[in-house]
Each structure stands twice: as structure tokens, then as C-alpha cells.
């Protein structure tokens, strides 16, 4: 029997040696179009980064090797171009342009997938790359080592994206990801990607969501102008394109095999073609999602590899071995997290229309008190009705990949979420503790299915606090108080949970109760004493704070810089904004805090700050993330100053001084390195803040950081146009009927007739093509400029913050002048 494999990695591969395997008499041919057979494509970004310093081994087996341990003629840069399924012949094509024909008895197609390259102006061009197989990574590897690379964009932010965003990261590059979605990684759900999108910030990596990629203009210098639709553009000395792939099906249609609904090739379960003698495998296949029975592509190692084996059993043997689907399994390091992933994400429910509920949970990896613990984020998808598994997400720095497992079997069983209670897990406090996160997740989803605990998420919460008056609820925080001070959802009333029982009183028994904690544990147990009190309309903060804050904590990356907590981080791109650590460390207290979460890292800096002198320092190791997120922010409030907060492996390393920033004498001079543009906008003249607006945006361009003051009438071009009702009192009700109720109602500071002349200018800029006021608005923001309301002024003239547009932030005089100071264009209009 004669059987010809096209394709020699991963399942054409697995194939001729299991062909091999069962019949030892058998005449295998295995054709591959490369030079190279049997190689690991998964770990050709950790080539690149020198995370894996020897190219020999990427290679399981070259073609000699493979060829003489399984007796199989392997022919490299031979590409078949041609398949007669009706005379059983192919057609081959050398790489020196010579062309052969060649018979079999049976066909495996194993041709995999390649890279999406959309035909955008430029693409072309030097510089430009995608990643599929060894040609690829040695074109990349030589650029890097032949090129200064300092810069790097990668558009496209799915596994291969991130993977190399970390391994170009690691050669030292200032990396930019491009994405047109609105999350990274698109087979997880919003709320778990937006850890990744944090920890991507916090290592440095800007993120520009929701943007499109549209033109590639080479520069003099050799390197390439990335221009976005929206007309921002990125310098890049190296452009990786990782916007996907598509299956290779070309050579199959023109064979006239059928394709599928997913435009795979089609395949039975057999994983046979329609023709009867052509079998195909891998990622050009489609074959149906166990959970959904719809066919869809599948592009991962593993099940490639066992449809390699199953497919050699029915060549050889018959049709005997059913191939049972994948339910999309998978898992990406994304510098220190792990990001796993099974079955279908909550979105995809939503997109199918299939009934589902989720619970989130934060968990430590391993039991708290022994050291070395770090969180875990477990979130379970459901059928509501029976608690049937759909899918599961679990991101973590330690132990997320045991996890997926157990629950991929789970789920690929057809095992619901009692199931996870019942798993028996191996316990010691170094790997687990005694109730394992997914068995704690299986437990907070039982709650929610037997209805004694009836939750809310994050995305219903928001919504509900911003269209409705906080008049209509309550918004309960359990957490201590220092937790709330430190953040809180804004309209939250904070009664601590030991509290709760004796303020009962405090609590309205005829609204909506909305309770919420740092991760749930609290807030449930608030919800049991307030049901258990007669409240019934009572629901508990899916996933706490961390999931709501983490979901909404903003992306804003402008061009030029990086707004967000990237500041906490030293990296080439933010050490500027830090003075440098003072060394050597003397009279520096040192607090492990890792495995404790909200609050305590903090609670623990302040104790330690109180105990020691002015310029003392403190040292605190800790494992959460929202900590060292925030702890710039602490710094700044408290006027001690951050010295250095790194990261590695999940733990992270804040080093802090007790004193005043000012006194600090290695800060360098603000005004020599000041390049910031601010704006005082006191007018609500429609013409004056239009300037404002043209101005801000003007300045964004050029990449530096932007902030515009808002204060007094100014705080009318900020206001929402359809705001919630908000409780007001006689003043503020007063100033709300005499102020213009939103930016729309804005008069000309000259010519306004009545309201005439702003209508009259609106429609002349209309016509001549010229932003509204509102869209100047929207792009400055789009572009990261910070829009700061007064506090003063709000008070003053009774604007409440849900009044205004919710991304500006509310701030002082103290805080103008800080932006004011590290601005060389300060402007009153
Ligand atoms: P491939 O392994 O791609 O093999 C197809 C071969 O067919 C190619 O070598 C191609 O040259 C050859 N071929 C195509 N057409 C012809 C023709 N006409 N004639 C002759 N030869 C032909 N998956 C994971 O599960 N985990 C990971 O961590 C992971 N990381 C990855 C990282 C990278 C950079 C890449 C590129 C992929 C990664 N994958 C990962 C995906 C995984 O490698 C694929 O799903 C898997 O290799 C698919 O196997 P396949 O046999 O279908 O195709």
C-alpha cells in the first residue's frame, strides 16, 4: 500500500510515524514544501527572544533522520500543486521549478494554514513580517540581528501576537500592539482579557485597541510609518503581522473536494474527504465543536497531532477510529500571566444564542500561608438550567494550566459544575489547598444556581450605575475602610461587613441592594445577612472589585506616551518618570506580602511607613496586582514617593521612601524635561472651547501628554447629554436650570442672537467639513487626553460627577498644578 502525507509537521508528521507503526510493509511518502520537517512551530517566538538559544532545537527530527527511523521517503521543498483524485495522482513541484507525478493508494492532506496579509499599501515593504514556519523565524531572527530594532509594532493581538510581543520585549524593543478588537486574545472574554491588557501596560507594552491598521510608508532610515484610519501613525523599526490565518484549502477545491461551512476542508469522522481515498487533518480542516455541533476551524498543535494518529489507524486499517472533536483548548504565556482558555466564552454563548451563566472567582494558586502563593481568576460558563459546563477561562501567574485541564476534561465529558466539587484534587499547601480554586468556583457556582446567591456583573452594574440615579439603589461596599479609601466604585456607601449587622438601619429595605468586596467571599456574606434580615432584592458583585475595576480600569495609550499605570513600571519607556532608586538601601524595612490581597499590601506599607523615619524606605514584595497598579496613586495621595516597581514571574517588587518628592534631590528638574500641553478651559463659549478642543488634539498629535483643566462654566463642554437625574440641592438645581445643559447648548462668546449664531456656526462647520465641537471631543480622548473636572467648581455650582462624560476624572488645584508643572504650554482660554 502506498500512502503519500502532504505536509510534514505537526499532523502530517505524527501520521507517516504512526502509519509507519502499524504496517512496517507499507511505501510512505511524505511531501513537504519547506525545507524543514517535524519542527516546533510553538516555539519559534522563544527562538527569536534567545529564550531558546539553539535553532537545532526546534527540530524534533530532520528529514535524513526521519526518513531512516521510520523508513519513509521524505522529499523537502517539494510542493504538491495538483491532485487527480481520480486517477490517484498528484503532481510535484521541486524547488528548483522541475515537475514530477506520482500515484498513491491513499492521500493525507495535512497542508495546515497561513497568515492572514490583507493587501494594504505598503505591506510589502521591508521591515514587514509574519511568523508561520522556520523560513519565517530565520528572517525575523537575522533582521533583529542585522537591524538596530528599538521600535516594534505588532499588528494583531492573538496568541502568536502576545508571544512575540514578550519575545521582541525581551530583546529589548519598545513594542506597540495594534488591535481592531476591543480585547486582546479574541477567544476569551472581555472581563479575563482586561488582566492581560493591564499586565501588558504594566510591562511596558502600549496598547492600541480599536485600531485599525490601514497603510505602511518605509522612512529613509530604514524603518516603517504605521499609519491607523484614525490618521495616528507609529513609528516601527520591525512590523510583525499576526492578524490570523486562514486555512490552505486552495490545493483540496481545485481537486474538487468539498469545503465546508467554516471554508475548511470538510472531513466525516473518520476524517475522510469526499473523495474516499484522500484523508485531511489539521488546521485546514473544519469539523464540528463538540458543544455547539457547528463546524469550525480549530488552529492548535494538539489536535492536529492526535488526528494524526487517529487518521493513520482508519488509512491503514479502515475506517474504524472516530475523531470526537475539539472543544478549542488552549493556553498562551503572556510574560508572567498565563492565560488559558476551553470550551466557549461567554460572548460566543451570547453570539449563538444559548442561555448561560458565569461566575468569576480570584483565588490563590496555593494555600495563602505558605509562601510563594499567587492569585488565580477562575471563570466558569454554565448552562443555567442544569449547570452543564460550556467553557472556562483561568489567568494566573501560577497553576492556571492544571487547572484548564482538569476542567477541558471536564467540559469535553459533558461534566457539569457539581462535577468541579466533586473532582479529587492532590493536595500539600506548595501546589493547592484544601478547597482548590476550581473546586471554590464550582462552590460560587452552585450558589448562583440554587439561587442563594444571586449575583451581578460587572458589564449589568455599570450599566445600571450609569443610567440610573443612585437615588434607585444602593451600592454596598463590605470592604474595611481603608479599603475603600483607598478606591471604590464610585457611589458607594461603605459598611464594613463586621459593621453591617448593627447598621442594618443604614441599609433602604425597598431598593436594590447592590453588594461588592474585594472578590466576592464578603460580599456573599453580606448578602446572607441582609436576605437573612428580610432583604430581598439583594445581588453580590460578580468577582468583586478586582473583576469590576480590572474590566474598567482604562487602555488609553496615546502615540507619543503611555498614560496609564506603565508608570509604576521601570522600563525603557517609563524610567523617565521615576527618579532613580537610591542605593545602596539603608534603613529599608522589607515586607513580604505576597498571597495577600487587597488590602493587605497596603495596610501593610502603611504600618510600615508609620514606623519609620522621613527618607527611610520600605520595601514590600506582593502578588497583587491591583496593588501595584495602584500604589503610584498611594504614593502620590500620602506624599511618599515610589522609588521603583518592577515585576517578575507575578511578583511584584515596590520599593518606596517615606518623604516629599520635592525633597528628593535626584529628581530631575521638571522645567528642563517638561513637554506636557494644559489647558484651563473656565469658558462654556462655544467658539472658545471648539479652540480648546482643535488645540488639545493638535498637541496629542505630536505624542506628548495632554490635560485639560476644566473649571467653573468650562465644566458645561463636558457634560452628558442624556445625564442621569441626580439629587441636587436648591443652588444646584438653581445653577442646573440657568447653566446649558450639555455642550450641544452652548452659545458663541460673540454673535450669538439668541442661540442663532451658535446654530448658524454649527452648520457652516458641518458643511465646510469641520469637526463638531463633540467630535473634537471624542478624538481628544480617543487620543488619551486627560480631562480633569474641577472639584471646587463642581461643588460650587452643584455638577455631579455622573453628569459629566465618564471618562474625565475629577481633581484639584494640586492636581492641575502637577500636570501644569510638567507642561511647557500652559494655556487659560
Ligand atoms: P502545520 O504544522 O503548519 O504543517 C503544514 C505543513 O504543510 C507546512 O510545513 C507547509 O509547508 C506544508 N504544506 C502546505 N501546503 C503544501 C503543499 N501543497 N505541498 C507540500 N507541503 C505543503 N498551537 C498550539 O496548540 N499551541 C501553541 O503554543 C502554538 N504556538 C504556535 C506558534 C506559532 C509561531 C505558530 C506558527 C503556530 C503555533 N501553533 C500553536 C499552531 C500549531 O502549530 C498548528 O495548529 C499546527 O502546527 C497545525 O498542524 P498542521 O499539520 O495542520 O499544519
Known sequence: ??????????????????????????????????????????????????????RSRLFVQTPASFGKRFAVDVRVDSQVTHIDVATKQLTIRKLEGQEYTETYDKLLLSPGSSPVRPPLKGIDSEGIFTLRNVEDTDRIKNYTLTHTIRKVVIVG???????????????????????????????????????????????GVKLFLTKTVERFEAQSKGSQMVYFSSGEKIEADLVLLSIGVRPETALAAAAGLKLGEAHGIWVNEYLQTSAPDVYAVGDAIEFPHPLTG????????????????????????????KYEGAIGTSIAKVFDLTVASTGLAAKRLQQLGIAYQSSTTHSASHAGYYP????????LIFDPATGKLYGAQVIGCDGADKRIDQ??????????????????????????????????????????????????????????????????????????????????????????????????????LDKPIYVYCAVGLRGYLALKILTGHGYKDVRNLSGGYKTYSTALAPVICTVGSCPLPVSSEITQSSAESMPAAASPLVNCVKIDASGLQCPGPILK????????????????????TAFSRD????????GNLLLSNTSAEGRYTVLLEKGNLKEIPSVPSVAVTAKGKSFILFSDDLDKALATFVLANGAAATGEKVTIFFTFWGLNAIKKENKPSVQKDFFGKMFSMMLPSSSKKLALSKLNMGGIGAIMMRYLMKKKGVESLESLRASALAQGVEFIACQMSMDVMGVKREELLDEVTVGGVATYMERAENSNVNLFI
Open 1 to 54: 500500500m502506498k500512502y503519500i502525507i502532504v505536509g510534514g509537521v505537526a499532523g502530517g508528521a505524527t501520521a507517516a510515524a504512526r502509519i509507519r507503526r502499524i504496517d512496517e510493509q507499507a511505501e510512505i511518502v511524505l511531501i513537504e514544501k519547506g525545507h524543514y520537517i517535524s519542527y516546533a512551530n510553538c516555539g519559534l517566538p522563544y527562538y527569536i527572544g534567545n529564550t531558546i538559544t539553539e
Open 372 to 379: 510563594g502563593s499567587l492569585p488565580l481568576t477562575v471563570k
Open 294 to 321: 457547528k463546524p469550525w476551524l480549530n488552529y492548535l498543535a494538539n489536535p492536529a497531532n492526535r488526528q494524526g494518529r487517529i487518521v493513520a489507524d482508519n488509512m491503514v486499517k479502515g475506517n474504524k477510529v
Open 407 to 508: 476542567l477541558a476534561l471536564l467540559i469535553k465529558k459533558g461534566g457539569t459544575i457539581y462535577d468541579l466539587i466533586q473532582l479529587e484534587h492532590a493536595y500539600a499547601p506548595p501546589y493547592s489547598s484544601a478547597k482548590d480554586p476550581i473546586a471554590i468556583a464550582g462552590y460560587v457556582a452552585g450558589n448562583i444556581m440554587n439561587g442563594s446567591m444571586p449575583v451581578i456583573s460587572w458589564r449589568e452594574l455599570h450599566a445600571i450605575l450609569k443610567t440610573s440615579s443612585p437615588a434607585e439603589h444602593l451600592l454596598l461596599d463590605v470592604r474595611t475602610p481603608e479599603e475603600f479609601a483607598f478606591s471604590a466604585i464610585s457611589g458607594a456607601v461603605n459598611i464594613p461587613l463586621d459593621e453591617l449587622r448593627d447598621r442594618l438601619s443604614e441599609v433602604p
Open 631 to 638: 500604589v503610584a496613586a498611594w504614593c502620590k495621595s500620602t
Open 157 to 203: 493581538a492573538g496568541f502568536i501576537g502576545l508571544e512575540m510581543a514578550e519575545n521582541l520585549h525581551n530583546l529589548g524593543a519598545e513594542v506597540s500592539i495594534v488591535e481592531m478588537g476591543n480585547q486582546v486574545m479574541a477567544p476569551i472574554d472581555f472581563s479575563m482579557a482586561a488582566h492581560v491588557h493591564q499586565h501588558l501596560l504594566q510591562k
Open 605 to 624: 506599607v502603611k504600618t510600615a511607613i508609620e514606623s519609620i523615619g522621613k527618607g527611610d524606605q520600605v520595601e514590600i514584595v506582593s502578588t497583587d
